[in-house]
């Protein structure tokens, strides 16, 4: 399983940017791919999850109606729509991957990709 995010940068509060996660090596039905993030000396953070054998989408609380997850089977890709974004926004964010049931994001997850820096300043 290989998972890579991009699409981080540098955006001002209240702007946009959509990460993409480049997944292979999985069968979509049995997987679920999750977003996290990091700020500096903060624990990593659950974002948004979404399962492929039945779309089931999961948020955390803090990102509900600002945060959209979405994906590209053609393109074997999972984005997350930004929008709206705070100062306490920045952090690194990872994708990552694991087996799960329908209906049900996965407690952990096994295989994670390299993070991407979201910056959000004025």
């Known amino acids: 399983v290989q998972l890579q995010a991009s699409g981080g940068g540098l955006v001002q509060p209240g702007g946009h940017l959509t990460l993409s996660c480049a997944y292979s090596g999985f069968i979509l039905d049995y997987y679920a791919i999750g977003w996290f993030r990091q700020a500096p000396g903060k624990e990593r953070e659950w974002v948004s999850c979404?399962?492929?054998?039945?779309?089931?989408?999961r948020y955390a609380d803090s990102m509900k109606g600002r945060f959209t997850i979405s994906r590209d089977n053609a393109k074997n890709t999972v984005s997350l729509q930004m929008n709206d974004l705070k100062p306490e926004d920045t952090a690194v964010y990872y994708c990552?991957?694991?087996?799960?049931?329908?209906?049900?994001?996965?407690?952990?997850?096994?295989?994670w990709g390299r993070g991407t820096q979201v910056t959000v300043s004025s």
């Open positions: 979404i399962v492929f054998s039945d779309n089931t989408i």
């Open positions: 990552a991957a694991n087996s799960a049931d329908p209906g049900f994001c996965p407690y952990q997850y096994n295989y």
